[in-house]
């Protein structure tokens, strides 16, 4: 079982900045990626980044040049970096992780969600 626990949302302004983190515990024997997803209301859950365990990043459109994925392995903690936030970002975003299990199964597990809101 994978446990993610994700951290770092809030309210802010248009134009500012929050960093959202999520670490993962748990037995497994490797991540292979972990990224970010967000749902807004009405809509479905949608990509925003994803860092590979080799190091390759994936952005939606609407978020390159402002947000930025990155992770401690150490840790096993993946942190999303979001600048020049616009009210279009709101929405509940999720960590997820796809890890390896003892079993050699995959296993794609998901955080809680943490709430993301922009507005003056």
């Known amino acids: 079982q994978v446990q993610l626990v994700e951290s770092g949302g809030g309210l802010v302004q248009p134009g500012g900045s929050l960093r959202l983190s999520c670490a993962a515990s748990?037995?497994?024997?490797?991540?292979?990626?972990m990224g970010w997803y967000r749902q807004a209301p009405g809509n479905q859950r949608e990509l925003v980044a994803v860092?590979?365990?080799?190091?390759?990043?994936n952005y939606a459109d609407s978020v390159k040049g402002r947000f930025t994925i990155s992770r401690d392995n150490a840790k096993n903690t993946v942190f999303l970096q979001m600048d020049s936030l616009k009210p279009e970002d709101t929405a509940v975003y999720y960590c997820n992780a796809v890890v390896r299990l003892w079993s050699m199964s995959v296993s794609s597990s998901w955080g809680q969600g943490t709430q993301v809101t922009v507005s003056s």
């Open positions: 860092l590979t365990s080799g190091g390759t990043t």
């Open positions: 748990g037995s497994m024997i490797s991540i292979s990626s």
